[in-house]
Each structure stands twice: as structure tokens, then as C-alpha cells.
């Protein structure tokens, strides 16, 4: 059972740039919620196509954004509420997500929680890779090895303590986040909370090539920290991305 006071103080934050087509795809499932106690505000990086108006659709709030890391501190420093819910424009999300993952965080008194990504579309080879290097290493490594992507949960006050996102870091700055985070907190990883996760991103770029990338990524940050060098030529979004 979520208390009152928690449930008053929801905010969620909506980093987007060019996503009209899978941003309206998320906030209708927030709009389905059976948890209904929130604010959403998206951080916008000047798009050119309709996505502030798909935002205003939903009553959401619009505010200056830029790449993820810009945009998750701008949206994060206009919350009014002392829990923030960071995610990605190409998320959908079950219909009890809110409600289980807020019973989750405040059951366990997290400071900060990820949650068990879910392919989508269904894909089994895609199911196998999220299990075995981003799912089953979260669980099974917890606090030791703190990790998540595409959706956080975070108390507001923990978060600006964190300083936010590392707005030099060129890709991996949820990593990092996680990773101070857990040096400083309580994390969790939410494994009752799904988050059904676009593939866009593998099937624009192909699947050896983003594997590789992440491990690098993984790799380069154990030995020599945050990566602030655009070694890949990151993309925030590709226009041709198709709907889920």
C-alpha cells in the first residue's frame, strides 16, 4: 500500500527530441495508469515536429531540454515532487507500473531503483541479451554493481545531492549515475516493475555493433572513468525510427 504523502509527490520526467510518434505512445500509457497521482514533464532539445503538441494533448509540461543528460537535469529541476521518475521517450509501460513500482521503492526505503527491461517488440534473441548482460547482472550484483537504463526512480533529494546527470559524459551517463548513486545510497533494482524497452536503437544500428559498443563502454569505464569523447558519433534519435 502506497501512503498519501508518497503519493502526492510524483514527478516524471520525459527527456524528447523529435518523438511525437513514440512519445504519444508512453504518455497514453500513463494516462491508463491505474496509479494517478503525478506530473509529467517533458524536456524538450527544440524539436521540429509535433511532439509539444502531443505533450500539451496530455497535459504535460514543457520545459528546455537537450541530449538526455541536459534533459533529465532541466525537467528534474523544475519537479515539484520529492520523487522523480526518469524515461526514455521510446518506453511503454504496463498499466501497474507506477503502482508497483512506487509499493516496491517505498516497501524497501530505496533511494534510487531501475527496473527489468522487457524487448518490444517480443523478440527472442532480444530476451536472451537483456537477461543476460543487463537483467540477471542487476539482480544478481544488486548494490555491488548498481545499473539501469531507460527508466529511474529516484528520490528528488538524493538526486540533487548526486549533482544530477554528468552533462560532459557522451553516452553511458545513466551508468555513471548509478554508480554514484550507489556509493552514496540505497539502490534497487526493481524486478516486479517491467519496462517494455524500443529495439530501435539495435535494429537501426545492428546488433553486433551496439553489443560491442555497450561493452566497450562497460569496459572503458571501469579502467579509465566516464566517457566525454564522442568515440561513436552518438545519435539521440534517428527520424525513420518505426512505431514499436
Known amino acids: 500500500m502506497i501512503n498519501r504523502k508518497l503519493k502526492e509527490m510524483l514527478s516524471i ?29 517533458i524536456a524538450d532539445a527544440h524539436s521540429r515536429d509535433k511532439t509539444k503538441e502531443v505533450a500539451a494533448a496530455y497535459n504535460a509540461r514543457v520545459v528546455e531540454g537537450g541530449l538526455l543528460p541536459r534533459g533529465r537535469n532541466k525537467g528534474a529541476q523544475v519537479a515539484r515532487g520529492n520523487l522523480i521518475l526518469f524515461l526514455d521517450a521510446d518506453l511503454s509501460l504496463p498499466e501497474n507500473f507506477l503502482e508497483t513500482a512506487l509499493g516496491s521503492f517505498e516497501k524497501r526505503k530505496l ?23 543487463f537483467n540477471y547482472p542487476a539482480i544478481i550484483l544488486g548494490r555491488a554493481w548498481p545499473r539501469g537504463a531507460m527508466a529511474i526512480l529516484v528520490k528528488k533529494e538524493f538526486h540533487d545531492s ?31 516493475a517491467k519496462v517494455r524497452a524500443s529495439l530501435r536503437r539495435y535494429q537501426r544500428e545492428g546488433w553486433l555493433r551496439t553489443g560491442l ?14 566517457i566525454k569523447k564522442d568515440f561513436f558519433e552518438y545519435k539521440y534519435v534517428y527520424p525513420k525510427d518505426k512505431l514499436f
Do not use: H, W
Not at 527527456?15 to 497521482?37: G, I, M, S, V
Open 213 to 226: 559498443k555497450y561493452v566497450f563502454m562497460e569496459l572503458y569505464m571501469d579502467f579509465f572513468g566516464p
Open 111 to 133: 533511494d534510487v531503483a531501475s527496473f527489468f527491461l522487457v524487448p518490444s517488440p517480443p523478440s527472442c534473441l532480444a530476451k536472451i541479451l537483456f537477461n543476460l548482460f
Open 162 to 192: 548526486l549533482k544530477g546527470f554528468d552533462e560532459k559524459i557522451k553516452i553511458g551517463e545513466d551508468n555513471d549515475y548509478f554508480r554514484r548513486a550507489g556509493r552514496k545510497g540505497i539502490f534497487g533494482f526493481i524486478k516486479t
Open 13 to 41: 520526467v520525459i527527456p524528447t527530441l523529435n518523438e511525437e510518434k513514440y512519445l504519444k505512445r508512453l504518455l497514453e500509457d500513463l494516462a491508463q495508469q491505474t496509479y494517478k497521482d503525478y506530473e509529467i514533464i
